[in-house]
């Protein structure tokens, strides 16, 4: 059985299991704490502990105050506990929170989807993770290339291994050499995190998820998210591709659905010939809001909505939900410069 901790002053809980450090488990429930190196060194992850009792400290190389020592100042990457505790920390709650960083990975896998994508997974020393929050981007810099925007797909559940979707693009130089020349082990510079497009923690509306191809990478890394924060309001995705692409994680969102009972999920493809993606997306709202009129018990104007794709195309989105008196505070479009 598991055990709790209660964060002050919050008063957010999180389920921590046999074996765990408190930083292991906070982060798996998607909660967001201050934390760099994982290893008890930068003293990042410090936390005060009100109530409870500490089974495990594994040892570390930060040393504390003799203020903080007496306070009962612990580190939560170090820390296992033995019975249910309240600790005083501060909890992330918007992205100004986060320090930009600059970290040096390796490539640690390149998995080719299909002739056209690949997901590019790197990897961060296990003593400089690095922290972000979902739905945040963050800047590639290869050498000898222009640097490159990109959306994180993974969960910030664990730093040190970030999945990227990178579509293949004729005469795009960046793309291409991670197509034809990256390898395993090649280094390249992340600088970030950026952006502001997150889930809102605070609402409890039904969320829809609205992604047109890899615009699904920030998609992913929300919803995760959310699910392991066990987010409580229904979740709705809606996956649009062109008719010569295909929904590439399938199978990830069809695990989804049987395993979430509050999460729905509709692949959506444009008719062959569409050629004016941004109509076609409007064309395709409506659909969207007649598939979740009939499935769910909210209106289109209780509900929250995160868009992302290419620049520009979900204007016409943003146009018909306008329409639909949408509050502008409950729709949220990911606004990142790709170059």
């Known amino acids: 059985m598991s055990l709790r901790a209660t964060m002050h002053p919050s008063q957010h809980s999180f389920p921590v299991e046999y074996g765990e450090t408190l930083l292991e488990a906070a982060l798996r429930s998607g909660v967001a704490l201050e934390y760099s190196c994982n290893n008890g060194r930068c003293g990042k992850c410090k936390a005060r502990l009100l109530q409870g009792e500490i089974g495990e400290e594994i040892q570390s190389d930060f040393v504390f105050s003799q203020l903080e020592k007496s306070q009962n100042h612990i580190l939560l990457c170090r820390c296992k506990p033995a ?69 994180i797909a993974s969960c910030p559940c664990n730093g040190m291994y970030l999945h990227f979707h990178i579509r293949n693009k004729n005469q795009d130089e960046f793309s291409n050499y991670i197509f034809d020349h990256l390898k395993t082990k090649d280094s390249v510079l992340v600088t970030g995190p950026y952006g502001e497009f997150q889930f809102d923690e605070g609402s409890e509306r ?41 929904h590439y994680f399938e199978n ?18 444009l008719p062959e010939g569409t050629t004016d993606i941004a109509q076609s997306i409007k064309d395709i709202m409506p659909s969207i809001a007649s598939h979740y009129r009939n499935s769910s018990d909210s209106t289109i104007q209780e509900s929250d909505f995160y868009l992302n794709g290419p620049a520009g195309i979900f204007r016409t989105a943003l146009e018909y939900l306008e329409k639909q008196d949408v509050p502008e505070s409950q729709i949220h479009i990911d606004a990142m410069k790709r170059y």
């Open 206 to 246: 039904p969320a829809i998820f609205i992604a047109f191809e890899s615009g699904f990478a920030p998609i992913k890394s929300l919803i995760e998210h959310t699910i392991a924060r066990e987010k409580k309001q229904p979740l709705y995705l809606y996956w649009i591709v062109t008719h010569n692409q295909n």
């Open 252 to 269: 990830y969102c069809k695990a989804w659905l049987d395993a979430e009972d509050n999460f729905h999920y509709l692949p959506l493809t």
């Open 83 to 151: 019975s249910d505790i309240e600790i005083e920390v501060h909890e992330i709650d918007n992205a100004a929170q986060i320090q930009k960083q600059e970290i040096s990975t390796k490539v640690y896998k390149i998995e080719k989807i299909n002739p056209e994508l690949v997901i590019l997974q790197l990897r961060t020393p296990r003593n400089q993770t690095l922290q972000f929050l979902a739905g945040q981007h963050i800047t590639l810099h290869i050498d000898g290339l222009k640097p490159r925007n990109k959306s």
